[in-house]
Protein backbone atom coordinates (compact mmCIF):
# COMPACT_ATOMS: atom_id res chain seq x y z
CA UNK A 1 0.00 0.00 0.00
CA UNK A 2 1.26 3.46 -1.28
CA UNK A 3 1.87 5.59 2.18
CA UNK A 4 3.16 9.20 1.94
CA UNK A 5 4.42 10.56 5.35
CA UNK A 6 4.80 14.58 5.72
CA UNK A 7 6.47 16.33 8.33
CA UNK A 8 8.36 19.54 9.26
CA UNK A 9 5.78 21.61 9.31
CA UNK A 10 5.28 24.49 12.34
CA UNK A 11 5.32 27.85 13.29
CA UNK A 12 7.62 30.01 12.31
CA UNK A 13 8.29 34.14 11.65
CA UNK A 14 7.90 35.55 8.80
CA UNK A 15 11.82 35.64 6.59
CA UNK A 16 12.12 32.51 8.76
CA UNK A 17 12.94 28.90 7.43
CA UNK A 18 11.39 25.36 7.52
CA UNK A 19 12.66 22.26 5.64
CA UNK A 20 9.80 20.02 4.89
CA UNK A 21 10.01 15.84 4.66
CA UNK A 22 7.86 13.58 2.71
CA UNK A 23 8.76 9.87 3.22
CA UNK A 24 7.26 7.38 0.53
CA UNK A 25 6.74 3.65 0.98
CA UNK A 26 4.81 1.00 -0.83
CA UNK A 27 5.34 1.70 -4.33
CA UNK A 28 7.32 2.76 -7.27
CA UNK A 29 7.99 6.30 -7.61
CA UNK A 30 10.67 6.73 -9.84
CA UNK A 31 8.50 6.95 -12.98
CA UNK A 32 6.59 9.66 -11.58
CA UNK A 33 7.87 13.24 -10.34
CA UNK A 34 7.22 13.89 -6.76
CA UNK A 35 5.28 17.46 -6.01
CA UNK A 36 4.76 19.09 -2.91
CA UNK A 37 1.81 21.17 -2.85
CA UNK A 38 -0.30 23.42 -0.48
CA UNK A 39 -3.94 24.50 0.58
CA UNK A 40 -4.76 27.80 2.57
CA UNK A 41 -8.26 27.99 3.65
CA UNK A 42 -10.52 28.66 0.99
CA UNK A 43 -8.34 28.19 -1.70
CA UNK A 44 -7.60 25.44 -4.29
CA UNK A 45 -4.68 23.36 -3.92
CA UNK A 46 -2.13 24.39 -5.82
CA UNK A 47 1.37 22.62 -6.99
CA UNK A 48 4.32 24.38 -5.92
CA UNK A 49 7.26 22.87 -6.81
CA UNK A 50 8.01 19.08 -8.16
CA UNK A 51 11.33 16.89 -9.07
CA UNK A 52 11.92 14.33 -11.40
CA UNK A 53 13.15 10.84 -9.42
CA UNK A 54 15.83 10.28 -11.88
CA UNK A 55 17.50 13.62 -12.69
CA UNK A 56 16.05 15.86 -9.89
CA UNK A 57 15.04 18.65 -12.46
CA UNK A 58 12.73 20.63 -10.54
CA UNK A 59 9.95 23.19 -11.51
CA UNK A 60 8.47 25.75 -9.44
CA UNK A 61 5.75 27.94 -9.20
CA UNK A 62 6.63 31.45 -9.72
CA UNK A 63 5.58 32.68 -6.23
CA UNK A 64 8.02 30.18 -4.14
CA UNK A 65 10.98 30.57 -6.59
CA UNK A 66 14.08 31.65 -5.10
CA UNK A 67 13.07 30.58 -2.09
CA UNK A 68 12.26 27.33 -2.03
CA UNK A 69 14.32 24.56 -2.72
CA UNK A 70 12.78 20.86 -4.06
CA UNK A 71 15.24 17.76 -3.07
CA UNK A 72 15.01 14.11 -3.31
CA UNK A 73 17.40 10.99 -1.52
CA UNK A 74 16.25 8.17 -3.52
CA UNK A 75 17.74 6.31 -1.66
CA UNK A 76 15.55 7.12 1.20
CA UNK A 77 12.59 7.58 -0.96
CA UNK A 78 12.22 10.80 0.26
CA UNK A 79 11.44 14.43 -0.56
CA UNK A 80 12.31 17.51 0.73
CA UNK A 81 11.00 20.94 0.50
CA UNK A 82 13.53 23.35 1.73
CA UNK A 83 11.45 27.08 2.34
CA UNK A 84 13.03 30.39 3.36
CA UNK A 85 12.21 33.69 3.64
CA UNK A 86 8.90 32.43 4.38
CA UNK A 87 5.89 35.05 3.78
CA UNK A 88 2.55 34.98 5.31
CA UNK A 89 1.00 33.97 2.36
CA UNK A 90 3.26 30.81 2.26
CA UNK A 91 0.92 29.60 5.67
CA UNK A 92 -0.78 26.68 4.66
CA UNK A 93 -1.14 22.62 4.74
CA UNK A 94 1.58 21.17 2.48
CA UNK A 95 1.30 18.03 0.96
CA UNK A 96 3.18 15.55 -1.12
CA UNK A 97 2.30 13.39 -3.83
CA UNK A 98 3.14 11.35 -6.96
CA UNK A 99 2.30 14.05 -9.77
CA UNK A 100 2.08 12.96 -13.37
CA UNK A 101 3.44 15.08 -16.26
CA UNK A 102 2.43 17.91 -17.70
CA UNK A 103 1.69 19.38 -14.70
CA UNK A 104 1.10 23.02 -13.95
CA UNK A 105 0.71 25.03 -10.47
CA UNK A 106 -3.10 24.03 -11.49
CA UNK A 107 -3.40 21.62 -13.33
CA UNK A 108 -2.10 18.08 -12.32
CA UNK A 109 -2.88 15.06 -12.16
CA UNK A 110 -1.44 12.92 -9.05
CA UNK A 111 -1.19 9.10 -8.47
CA UNK A 112 -1.41 8.42 -4.25
CA UNK A 113 -3.70 9.15 -1.72
CA UNK A 114 -3.67 12.16 -0.35
CA UNK A 115 -1.84 12.27 3.00
CA UNK A 116 -2.64 14.29 6.31
CA UNK A 117 -0.62 16.97 5.34
CA UNK A 118 1.85 19.56 7.60
CA UNK A 119 0.79 22.42 8.62
CA UNK A 120 3.05 25.48 8.15
CA UNK A 121 2.02 28.69 10.71
CA UNK A 122 3.80 32.37 9.61
CA UNK A 123 3.59 34.66 11.90
CA UNK A 124 3.75 38.48 11.40
Known amino acids: QVQLVESGGGLVQAGGSLRLSCACS????????MGWFRRAPGKERELVAA????????YYVDSVKGRFTITSDNDKNTVYLQMNSLRHEDASIYYC?????????????????WGQGTQVTVST
Open 97 to 113: NAVLSPFSATSYSTFCT
Open 51 to 58: ITWTDGKP
Open 26 to 33: GGTFSVYH
